[in-house]
């Protein structure tokens, strides 16, 4: 295992039972001689088809937060696909400040990291695990365990699921954790210190990961470290955990001074999009399987040329169907939205749209594809667009709900 170590948090960034419907059916004799096992077939095929077409016409949000330890941390929410609004349905005490999640594909298990500096007397935040009930989604702890280093901010899972991946953002490095068979964490089995400096003297002081997933094809692991101006590319063991430096280990070196954040792949496969928190842009890159590394096609700004105000850019979405990007930016408060040419990677601006708040964390498109959410972490609200398939564009449904600092979103198929 790899030495680690901490440092301090970014200024700018403040750290910080579920309702089941029932129903029942009265049925009236129509004469003296009928009864419940009279009803027609035709009449229970369609209760059932009735039944699953409401179904299709929600989702669940799970919603991350910035909280104290011994508040509600991690809330749930169901959306309607055709609206844009979110109803509460529980909140969960998830400890301290579980600021990115994942779940695993049959939605059994939930996993946090909790973006703190000190867990348990190390210089570490810490990564929870969850059981998901599969009737209505509730959360119960199964287990924690230190994240390696401070500062956790992203969260995913290695291929096969077999594994928790970790960037953690003050200690400079990315950790990989082992699931055992009931979804609970082993202990690290690998932490990969980032090494080096930025031109920019307040932010990139030292390495800072910001963000650690899989590529689709699974054949690496990319880092993406914002204070060194770098993506680096590792092998995952999935049957130890084990992270071995992939050749060349740096897969795409960012302009100086550039921040980049987060990645996003293109569904094809064959380009990723890379937003860039410290310079405002966004940089289209072709991807080489052959090698893991990155070629870059374009970049553009993420915001109009004449603002005045900080901004710093954070999430980056790919649309499903490969046509649209959209980027979130702090300051600015506006996602910028860009369509895409899934033959060469290129981005063409298309607009920017006010957020609906203040300080857009991370956004997300829901699975219809006809909504994207946004969490505004300063003005403690979720904000619902209408996404435009064929343009891109957003138009604000009116729908806003109210929740304290959100910063992260995962939908999920609704619940039985």
Not at 223 to 247: F, N
Not at 278 to 304: C, I, R
Not at 346 to 360: A, Q
Request: proline share 5%; glycine share 8%.
């Amino acid at each position: 295992m790899k030495q680690f170590r901490n440092h301090t948090r970014r200024k700018f960034v403040q750290v910080a039972a579920a309702s089941v419907m029932s129903f029942s059916v009265a049925l009236s004799a129509c004469s003296s001689n009928t009864s419940e096992t009279d009803v027609p077939e035709e009449a229970a095929t369609e209760n059932e088809e009735a039944t699953e077409t409401a179904k299709e016409a929600t989702s669940m949000v799970y919603i991350g937060t910035y909280a104290d330890a011994g508040s509600e941390s991690i809330f749930l929410y169901q959306l309607n696909h055709e609206t844009g609004e979110l109803t509460r349905v529980s909140g969960f005490r998830a400890g301290a400040n579980p600021s990115f999640l994942t779940l695993d594909e049959p939605r059994k298990h939930l996993y946090a990291v909790n973006e703190i500096g000190n867990y348990e007397g190390q210089e570490s935040g810490a990564v929870s695990a969850f059981s998901v009930d599969p009737q209505n989604g509730n959360l119960t702890l199964m287990n924690r365990k230190a994240s390696m280093g401070g500062s956790p901010c992203y969260i995913s899972l290695g291929e096969g699921g077999k594994t928790v991946l970790v960037a953690n953002y003050s200690g400079g490095n990315v950790a990989a954790f082992p699931i055992k068979d009931n979804g609970q964490l082993e202990s690290a089995a690998d932490v990969e210190q980032h090494e080096g400096t930025g031109p920019n003297e307040d932010r990139q002081e030292a390495a800072h990961a910001h963000y650690i997933a899989p590529s689709p094809d699974n054949q690496y692991v990319y880092a993406v470290d914002l204070g060194v101006d770098k993506i680096y590319s590792y092998r995952l063991d999935s049957g130890t955990g084990a992270l071995t430096p992939a050749e060349p280990a740096v897969a795409f070196v960012a302009s100086p001074g550039a921040g980049p954040r987060q990645m996003a792949f293109h569904p094809g496969g064959k380009y990723a999009y890379v937003i860039n928190e410290l310079n405002s842009t966004m940089t289209a890159l072709a991807y080489d399987s052959g090698n893991g590394t990155f070629t870059e096609v374009q970049t553009l700004p993420t915001v109009p040329a004449d603002i005045t105000e900080n901004n710093y850019p954070a999430a980056v979405r790919v649309s499903p169907d490969g046509k649209f990007l959209y980027g979130s930016n702090r300051g600015h408060n506006s996602i910028v939205v860009y369509s895409l040419d899934d033959s060469t990677g290129n981005m063409t601006y298309v607009e920017n749209v006010p957020c609906g708040g203040d300080w857009p964390r991370d956004m997300t498109i829901d699975l219809s594809g006809n909504l994207l959410l946004v969490a505004n972490e300063r003005s403690n609200s979720i904000v619902a667009f209408k996404r435009d398939k064929a343009t891109g564009k957003l138009t604000a449904t009116g729908h806003t709900s109210e929740v304290s600092k959100p910063v992260c979103l995962q939908v999920v198929p609704d619940f039985e």
